[in-house]
């Protein structure tokens, strides 16, 4: 089973900028789909990007135009970008993968 640990999250200004990786524990070659998913205190935890293997991506609403989700597969590693972020960006998140897979959760906090 594929092991994921994210990293990258922290403390930013809204409108700021910040990138998280998920690097896993094997090649992230033939993994069906990959992803991030983040959940804010008291919510559910709701998809914000995902990854097919064949390059497929889709982005939740709110966050179209903002975030960027993309992989290395020779670092087996996923990222999200995420940009002109929001107070209501401000969660934890996980990353994905099928089977599924999830990691330990990296905070992101972005102060009004």
């Known amino acids: 089973q594929v092991q994921l640990v994210e990293s990258g999250g922290g403390l930013v200004q809204a409108g700021g900028s910040l990138r998280l990786s998920c690097a896993a524990s094997r090649s992230i070659f033939s993994i069906n789909t990959m992803g991030w998913y983040r959940q804010a205190p008291g919510r559910q935890r709701d998809m914000v990007a995902t990854?097919?293997?064949?390059?497929?991506?889709k982005y939740a609403d709110s966050v179209k135009g903002r975030f960027t989700i993309s992989r290395d597969i020779a670092r087996n590693t996923v990222y999200l970008e995420m940009s002109s972020l929001k107070f209501e960006d401000t969660a934890v998140y996980y990353c994905y993968a099928t089977g599924p897979r999830w990691g330990q959760g990296t905070q992101v906090t972005v102060s009004a």
């Open positions: 990854i097919t293997s064949g390059g497929t991506t």
